[in-house]
């Protein structure tokens, strides 16, 4: 009895000094920008991720009480109610909320493996693993401070669950059941996307039963009800099923059903569709396409957004290893550690899921790291706890553990200290969105590009056309035409999307009962104003947009955002509208070159990758070509933030412009149809269509403009 209470403390002190550990590491961000304004907004730190915004609208408009039909705030989501839950419970503002709960939420990660580790007997490998775990490279990256996002429980809730399933394969112990059932429902309601893990979870329990433990009844049990809490049902349907099968199972006259329980789940998730959403994140994820295309209608064919969008890329090895354990050095331990660490404790097979998830990374993208982060450092740990095992003496033992645990966290610490990541926007550009709230309504459209959506939704409460979460190819695309193309036909496309995107929602809830029943197909805008102005070729639809079209009925207003960094993308957000919809032919990409590092001798400005820029002859040379510049513009800033522009033209009848932004130091070549376009005319020139356009809010980090059409 003296040792199970020596151990329980033991184990409450490793935990209580792992999780401290956690949250000092994550505070280090917190201090190196403790007096740089430019990261607050009202005296207050913003987070660091532009998904986060998403959430905390969600708990903003749960805490107020106000949501309106279709503008896509998460008040169902648990990361938004949760939020909601402890804003109103705690004493703290919502802004220190949204930014620390991360440090606090993530650093409960070092409970499970310190727990796993207790049933292997190696407290001290628990505390190593923990420590290492916890500021992981990619863990830490995800679940830093301000990184306000699901991440801060993803990891730790199916570590949960692998701590539940090998307890509960161990121990045989009833109450077990009950907790990996309650484990995945959480998971699932924290995040939705949980059901790939957890059917791996199941599969090799599966598979470790018809091996080693055919006989055992018990894993049987514990199969079905983890079924059941996977099954594709609302939650609460789950739950009972969960609880009413944990009842059977206390019941011993009932054992001899136990594999037609089984059977029956194992039917019911298939017939509930349990396995679609598995199979749309490997297409989504390791299936990708660069196109998709539309299976009904016109087939129209859409950049695909997975193309873009870099957690979905293809990463080096060292930056795999790094990610993963912090050093390439530390990932071949920690691989090496874990296979000799399942071959003396079988038990941590189990964690195999988690550690090929993390492995997809390689051909789904570096996001996908995090999850190998926590079980390979188990790896590692125990080979620092088998070394200090063959130490002769307590105080060798112990200055191998401290000396081979310092290596191992130093990489990752040197990491934390150098990831100086910012905040999503800076305090200027959070006054515009917070001016911007009080001209614009709840029900007006702010267009920008996606990466701006959920940050305009939480400051100017106003309502978006894309975002982080929705950003297919098909709605990209009315977006991208209206940032790329010139003022006119920019202007009617923003009309007709806006008006298009308010009739698709009115239409799916005037027919939810015939969408569901006959299962119908919605088209996306761009497809419907082609069938609903007469054409069957988009191309001929989008030409005519050129002409005096009629425009459908305004309904609200339309604001522009346009920022400054959106230069640095503009490239990408041209590409979504840069193809032909109806044969995925991609056209001829737009010249757009921006230099920020450039050195002028006498007249020739060298603007990097072997541009070079003639001011006295108005000529540029690109890939040893020298042509002729069609105009030279200078754009400034005065001491007030006056704008003046002004522009020389040398060759009228010439494709290139050359921009020198003077109070940005930065130089932009570009050819005849970028230079027209909404883009630049708008933000980088101030020179718009005042029939068409009128200025709202006019800074040199922004510009906001009013849609009159």
Same mark, same amino acid.
């Given at each position: 009895?003296?040792?199970?209470? @020596?151990?329980?403390?033991? =184990? ?36 660091? =991720? ?17 949501? /309106? +039909? ?10 938004? /109610? ?13 802004? *220190? ?63 949960? $669950? ?7 394969? @161990?121990t045989n112990e009833d109450k077990y059941l009950?907790?990996?059932?309650? !484990? ?79 059977? #029956? ?68 331990? *920690? ?6 660490? #399942? ?32 079980? $390979? ?10 070394? #200090? ?12 553990? =401290? ?10 610490? +040197? ?35 996606? !990466? ?10 106003? @309502? ?26 920019? #202007? ?44 069957? !070729? ?46 995925? @032919? ?15 001798? /006498? ?7 072997? %541009? ?9 040379? %690109? ?80 510009k906001v403009y009013r849609l009159k059409v």
């Open positions: 009895m003296n040792n199970l209470k @020596k151990e329980t403390k033991l =184990t409450l002190l490793y935990i209580a000094v792992a999780f401290s550990f956690s949250v000092a590491v994550r505070m280090i961000w917190f201090y190196q920008f403790a007096n740089y304004e430019a990261f607050k907004f009202n005296s207050e730190f913003m987070i660091n =991720t532009n998904d986060g915004y998403y959430w905390a609208e969600g708990a903003r408009d749960i805490l107020s009480g106000i949501s /309106q +039909a279709n503008d896509l705030s998460p008040i169902t989501s648990a990361t938004s /109610q949760l939020t909601a839950l402890l804003a109103f419970v705690l004493p703290f503002s919502f802004e *220190s909320l949204i930014l620390f709960m991360p440090v606090f939420l993530s650093s409960l990660i070092v409970i499970p493996i310190i727990l796993i580790a207790k049933n292997l007997d190696n407290l001290n490998m628990g505390l190593i693993a923990a420590l290492l775990a916890s500021i992981g490279w990619s863990y830490y990256n995800r679940t830093m401070i301000g990184y306000y996002d699901t991440d801060m429980l993803n990891i730790v809730l199916p570590m949960f $669950l692998l701590w539940s399933i090998i307890w509960a394969i @161990k009950i907790i990996t059932a309650i !484990d995945i429902l959480i998971y699932r309601w924290w995040y939705p996307q949980s059901y790939s893990l957890e059917f791996s979870f199941f599969a090799l329990i599966l598979l470790y039963a018809l091996i080693w433990d055919r006989k055992n009844t018990y894993n049987y049990k514990l199969l079905a009800i983890m079924m059941l809490a996977m099954i594709g049902v609302e939650g609460y349907i789950r739950l009972v099923l969960v609880l009413g099968i944990f009842y059977i199972y206390k019941q011993k006259r009932f054992d001899k059903y136990i594999y037609y329980i089984l059977g #029956a789940s194992i039917l019911i998730f298939f017939a509930s569709g349990g396995f679609n959403p598995i199979w749309g994140n490997l297409k989504g994820y390791v299936f990708k396409d660069a196109v998709s295309v539309g299976e009904e209608g016109l087939k129209l064919h859409f950049y695909s957004v997975m193309q873009t969008v870099k957690e979905a890329g293809h990463i080096s090895f060292e930056m795999f290893t790094n990610r993963i354990s912090g050093h390439v050095v530390t990932f071949v331990a *920690s691989v090496g550690g874990f296979i000799y660490l #399942a071959y003396r404790h079988k038990i941590m097979l189990f964690g195999l899921p988690l550690i090929g998830l993390g492995f997809l990374a390689y051909v789904g993208g570096l996001r996908f790291t995090i999850y190998a982060v926590p079980v $390979l450092a188990f790896g590692a740990a125990f080979l620092i706890t088998e070394a #200090a095992r063959y130490m002769p003496t307590k105080r060798l033992k112990f200055l191998t553990i =401290t000396a081979l645990s310092m290596a191992i966290l130093y990489p990752n610490i +040197a990491h934390v200290q150098e990831y100086m990541v910012p905040t999503v926007f800076n305090a200027d550009e959070v006054e515009i969105l917070d001016t911007l709230k009080n001209r614009a309504g709840r029900e007006d459209y702010v267009v920008s590009w996606w !990466d701006y959506g959920y940050p305009l939704r939480y400051y100017s409460d106003v @309502k978006t056309l894309i975002d982080g979460g929705k950003h297919s190819g098909a709605v990209n695309f009315p977006v991208s035409f209206i940032l790329t193309n010139p003022q006119d036909v920019s #202007a009617k496309m923003a009309r007709l999307d806006v008006e298009y995107t308010e009739k698709t929602f009115k239409f799916k809830e005037d027919n939810k009962e015939l969408i569901r029943d006959k299962n119908l197909t919605i088209f996306s805008n761009i497809e419907q104003m082609t069938k609903d102005y007469g054409f069957s !070729d988009t191309n001929d639809f989008l030409l005519s947009l050129q002409t005096d079209i009629k425009l459908p009925d305004k309904t609200r207003d339309i604001y522009l955002y346009l920022p400054y960094r959106m230069l640095d993308i503009y490239p990408t957000v041209e590409m979504f509208s840069n193809i032909n919809l109806m044969n995925a @032919k991609m056209k001829e990409r737009s010249l757009f070159y921006v230099s920020k590092m450039f050195k002028q001798e /006498q007249n020739i400005i060298n603007l990097g990758y072997g %541009i070079l820029f003639d001011t006295q002859n108005a000529t540029i040379t %690109i890939n040893n070509r020298k042509m002729p510049v069609k105009r030279f513009v200078q754009t400034s800033y005065s001491q007030n933030m006056k704008f003046s522009k002004d522009i020389q033209v040398s060759n009228p009848a010439e494709n290139i412009t050359v921009i020198y932004m003077s109070s940005f130091n930065t130089f932009l070549v570009v050819d005849e149809k970028t230079y027209n376009s909404l883009y630049v005319q708008l933000m980088l020139l101030e020179e718009y269509d005042k029939t068409l356009f009128e200025e709202v809010i006019m800074t040199p980090q922004a």
